[in-house]
């Protein structure tokens, strides 16, 4: 029987007082990919982000395996977030380094490469996503899908188990969206394991395996796109539905 | 009027150069103390936290002319500093006098440095610590250098500042630039036009400055 990568056991967040989620559940399990959809302020980002601890949930526990997630001092995180990469809806490349240096700096400071071999895999990895040409240039030359391929690239990097995105098309210019949505197809054909926030619903519908349906404090519905999309459990999630497809 | 510089020109130029020799030492201790200040505010120790905005509020309560005096006749008394002259000036009030500058301007750079460090998002660091980077890694390449960089218009404008602040250090017998001209004000019982003179002097040396830091961040910005 395979075992879950990440696993979610009474999961709570709360800021100050005023509660997240409460008490979700939720296991992802190898070469799975599942999209958290739901209304905005439901919460699916902060989830995604407790997932490598970005952010610390109130109470309940994450597993990584069977390593207690939310139990990790620094040292652990460390090596868990090599494991478990993300990719940000504002990219995040770092602004004061060429787009290969963004690449390299993990793999010499986490992965322990020597410069040759960091750059080798760096330059391999720009043209896996179509941007060989600019690994000297800087983010800011870059436009906003340029440089979340660049992001995924570094973070394919570090070869991880699985990676979160969050949004990782909100932030684009439409004609771009489709360039990123291509790249995490591919990724996910070649059968790497990916938690997505998105609210691309085609995305969502064609490409992920199981849907999570985040909204009024907790994962609503969990499911098959084509159960979820064609027959939802719930009203909230029919009415959501309804407001995100008939435009 | 400017004929007495025939006669007094040395001693301006000696002026002049001990004004750049504080100055220069001052904003090398200044920037250094800025940095550790500015890793003692980030560091995960409370006692290291508490140590450093103690410095910072005392060093920018308090004048830089008491300070100048005060570490002057502590260290005068304290250390068997070398009476040794540098452009007529013993290296027992100079090292004291630029010390104090640094110490001062310290407290100013980190303040510079945490406003730096506000300034960039917090993504920078997210990003670097999700790939598996340490705090320290993250701080280091990414945080420091963009800091570096986002500052160097305030630092120039303190290191202006610290130049003309140096004056000060004529209350403890440093002969610099400042000192020069009111003695041979005194000697010439006109002290307008030394003082246009010094005035003329620092005037050209925080231009120099500044253009140096403009081309610096040209060249910085030409990168991103």
Redesign the interface.
């Known amino acids: 029987m395979t075992e879950p990568v990440l696993k979610v056991e009474n999961l709570s967040k709360k800021y100050g007082d005023t509660l997240v989620w409460d008490q979700v559940n939720a296991q992802v399990m190898p070469g799975q990919v599942i999209s958290i959809i739901g209304p905005s302020g439901a919460g699916k980002s902060t989830f995604l982000r407790c997932l490598n601890m970005l952010e610390t949930p109130t109470s309940g526990k994450i597993f990584y395996h069977d390593q207690e997630v939310t139990q990790m001092k620094d040292k652990e995180l460390q090596s868990l977030r090599e494991h478990v990469g993300m990719v940000f809806q504002n990219f995040n490349l770092f602004a004061n380094m060429s787009v290969s240096d963004n690449i390299c700096l993990a793999l010499k400071k986490v992965k322990g490469l020597d410069e040759a071999a960091a750059k080798d895999k760096a330059l391999a990895l720009l043209k896996q996503v179509g941007l060989a040409d600019k690994a000297d240039s800087y983010p800011s030359s870059l436009s906003g899908g340029q440089q979340q391929r660049v992001a995924i690239a570094r973070s394919l990097a570090m070869d991880p188990e699985v990676i979160l995105f969050d949004e990782p098309t909100s932030a684009l210019d439409p004609e771009m969206v489709g360039d990123i949505l291509k790249i995490m197809q591919e990724l996910a054909e070649q059968g790497m394991t990916m938690v997505v926030v998105t609210h691309e619903m085609s995305f969502a519908k064609n490409v992920s395996d199981e849907i999570w349906f985040m909204a009024d404090q907790q994962i609503l519905e969990k499911g098959s796109p084509a159960s979820f999309f064609q027959k939802p459990q719930t009203e909230r999630a029919q009415d959501f539905l309804d407001k995100v497809l008939n435009l | 009027m400017f004929s007495f510089l025939g006669k007094y020109w040395t001693l301006f130029l000696q002026g002049t150069v001990t004004t750049l020799l504080v100055s220069v030492i001052g904003v090398i201790t200044g920037f250094l103390l800025g940095l550790l200040l500015t890793m003692m505010r980030q560091s995960q120790n409370k006692i290291l936290r508490g140590i450093a905005t103690a410095y910072i509020a005392i060093m920018r309560g308090t004048p830089s002319m008491i300070q100048v005096m005060l570490l002057y006749y502590v260290l005068a008394t304290a250390l068997p500093l070398p009476q040794s002259q540098v452009m007529g000036t013993g290296l027992d009030r100079i090292i004291p006098g630029a010390l104090a500058l640094g110490l001062n301007s310290g407290a100013y750079v980190s303040e510079i440095f945490r406003s730096g460090i506000i300034s960039i998002?917090k993504?920078?660091t997210?990003?670097?610590?999700?790939?598996?980077?340490?705090?320290r890694?993250t701080f280091y390449?990414?945080v420091l250098?963009?800091m570096l960089?986002n500052t160097i218009p305030a630092l120039g404008n303190e290191f202006i500042t610290l130049i003309k602040e140096s004056s000060v250090l004529f209350y403890i017998g440093v002969n610099e630039v400042t000192a020069e001209a009111l003695g041979v004000g005194g000697t010439l019982y006109d002290y307008i036009p030394p003082l246009v003179v010094a005035a003329i002097i620092y005037f050209i040396i925080t231009q120099l400055l500044a253009w140096l830091l403009h081309l610096l961040e040209k060249h910085l910005s030409s990168?991103?």
């Open positions: 998002p993504g920078q997210e990003a670097g610590l999700s790939l598996g980077l340490s705090r890694d390449s990414v250098p963009q960089h990168k991103y």
